[in-house]
DNA sequence: GTCTATACAGGGATAGAC
DNA sequence: GTCTATCCCTGTATAGAC
């Protein structure tokens, strides 16, 4: 039970991830090297390398798993009733998970040229299940009448490119509060999709 | 009139920005050496601080020259008639003109937090200068009663957004041509904003 | 106008002491 | 687990020859 003294892997592992996490959003991955993270941390450049094989891995363990935090968020939805009310839902979901961590939508959106070849498509496949998440509510919106759209992959593009912009603006304390801005989106949405 | 031999400034100028945009669109900013860039035109390092000063003014005059050719053409866009007319001009005009350089168009959105603080301010000027254009129109509808939207600044925001988006998934030759897209987004657009 | 050569800082990553 | 020290590469930028 005894740990060494001076181990701190425990807590030290999870502090280096959000070190990188704050760094690669507000400067970039590029940008960012070893020992900037290493500073922020507290420790030498070199003891990075017991908590993560290099930089890239870095990146796409955060990547990864700020997808798997969404998709599985998504997953715990409540996905019944009519399609109207299952879009106001994923609205209000998506507004909110990306609101409540920036840091980690912007590194995702903004770092995904970064990712190495084989890290790419990992992350790419991730994004493209809650793409389709949000494309079966609107092809079931289509079928049951609820809705009105010519390309149903097209409007889930759009909406979602809509909706994760609101993270490039939004600011706690600002002129409109979160809910607000979800109310306005929520309406303007299903507008769009043409739910009456 | 003779032109030292070798000589050719006015073509490799031009072409050393060219290079700069393709590279800093592919791999971002941070992640590009001048050595690549000087590669990429086919001369030596050291040859490219003929054409410009240094590599941050490389980026600033690719964004300053992409946001004041956008302001440009957008005010030769006709601004006449009723808002519904002139939002139907301005999401054509977005789309086609975005589409028409999605090099300018990736650096202009991803890179701005690798402008320097004297150069940031100049490019964010410019950039809002284009969304309350956007804005205006949005106000005048509401005005006449066309347009129905509790917030029109927010509304600028989440059409530009959703718009812009487009660059980041369009292909020529892909599933819908750009005509069919511009076709799709102008009746999204319009009921969004409560355009009956 | 472009080249070669180079200065000098900083990058990622590793080795071995403690 | 973390440190110091270091390897080797690459970065931006400049000087001076041609």
Known sequence: MARTQGSRSDVTGPRVEAAALKLFARDGYAAVSMRQIAAEVGVQAGALYSYTPDKQSLLFAMMKGHMEDLLEALAK????????????????????????????????????RNLTAENFP???????????????????????????????????????????????????????????????????????????
Chains 1, 2 share one sequence.
């Open 77 to 112: 939805l409540d996905s019944s009733g009519p399609p109207p009310a299952r879009l106001e839902r994923f609205v209000r979901f998506h507004i909110g998970f990306h609101a409540a961590r920036p840091e980690a939508v912007f590194v995702s959106y903004m770092e995904i």
């Open 122 to 196: 990992v992350i790419e496949a991730l994004r493209r299940r809650y793409e389709t998440a949000l494309e079966q509510i609107l092809r079931a919106g289509r079928d049951s009448g609820d809705f009105a759209m010519p390309d149903t992959k097209l409007a889930a593009m759009a909406l979602i490119a809509m909706l994760t912009g609101v993270t490039t603006w939004f600011r706690e304390g600002g002129r409109l509060s979160l809910a607000e801005v979800e109310e306005i989106y929520v309406a303007m949405v299903k507008k769009a999709v043409g739910a009456g």
